[in-house]
């Protein structure tokens, strides 16, 4: 599957790829308060999930934990890193996927429809944090947004995206939106 996602590199795919390379190597600078191991945990095994996907955590305030979480994996070697998006600005935009490539400073111009066409092909998986979902839930095109990020996710093994959401309403709905199969909750409680 490696090779086959390489041989369809254009030059901006790989130029994309270089920037968010860089993105990767670079130590999340966030503050960390309260420990909660269970959620840690749980986050963990999200993250190191070798099926892919999409996990869901209900409460953008445990986004310090998530990005805490991956750090100490990225520095203990465990995953390339993490790429972090929060959906504040999304409603000014067409498409949540351009969105998403602006973020992370990726041309629009550059002709992937996929997140695995940015993310390096190395032996670890990187993680894709969208942070502040509710944003995204009233855009027309999120639900299609997310299912194809999900099933990119367990197709490549490339990547794996942890969602944070307010809404207890969105956060069940989006549990819902492919069955179950690739949207799934991390398994935190509050």
Same mark, same amino acid.
């Given at each position: 599957?490696?090779?086959?996602?390489?041989?369809?590199?254009?030059?901006?795919?790989?130029?994309?790829?270089?920037?968010?390379?860089?993105?990767?190597?670079?130590?999340?600078? #966030?503050?960390?308060?309260?420990?909660?191991?269970?959620?840690?945990?749980?986050? #963990?095994?999200?993250?190191?999930?070798?099926?892919?996907?999409?996990?869901?955590?209900?409460?953008?305030?445990?986004?310090?934990?998530?990005?805490?979480?991956?750090?100490?994996?990225?520095?203990?070697?465990?995953?390339?890193?993490?790429?972090?998006?929060?959906?504040?600005?999304?409603?000014?935009?067409?498409?949540?996927?351009?969105?998403?490539?602006?973020?992370?400073?990726?041309?629009?111009?550059?002709?992937?429809?996929?997140?695995?066409?940015?993310?390096?092909?190395?032996?670890?998986?990187?993680?894709?944090?969208?942070?502040?979902?509710?944003?995204?839930?009233?855009?027309?095109?999120?639900?299609?947004?997310?299912?194809?990020?999900?099933?990119?996710?367990?197709?490549?093994?490339?990547?794996?995206?942890?969602?944070?959401?307010?809404?207890?309403?969105?956060?069940?709905?989006?549990?819902?939106?492919?069955?179950?199969?690739?949207?799934? #909750?991390?398994?935190?409680?509050?």
């Amino acid at each position: 599957m490696k090779s086959y996602i390489l041989s369809k590199l254009s030059k901006s795919n790989m130029i994309a790829r270089m920037i968010i390379n860089n993105k990767l190597t670079q130590p999340i600078q #966030k503050t960390y308060n309260t420990p909660n191991i269970k959620l840690e945990e749980d986050i #963990k095994c999200s993250m190191m999930n070798v099926i892919g996907g999409v996990y869901v955590i209900q409460g953008t305030k445990n986004i310090d934990t998530v990005l805490y979480v991956s750090e100490q994996l990225r520095q203990k070697n465990k995953i390339s890193g993490v790429l972090l998006v929060t959906g504040e600005n999304i409603n000014h935009y067409q498409s949540p996927f351009i969105y998403l490539k602006e973020e992370l400073s990726i041309s629009n111009d550059e002709s992937s429809r996929f997140m695995s066409e940015l993310v390096p092909i190395n032996s670890k998986r990187c993680i894709l944090v969208i942070d502040k979902f509710d944003y995204l839930l009233d855009h027309v095109a999120t639900k299609s947004f997310l299912v194809s990020l999900a099933e990119d996710s367990v197709l490549t093994k490339l990547y794996n995206v942890i969602v944070c959401i307010d809404s207890v309403d969105g956060y069940n709905d989006m549990l819902t939106w492919n069955n179950g199969g690739k949207i799934n #909750k991390c398994v935190y409680k509050q």
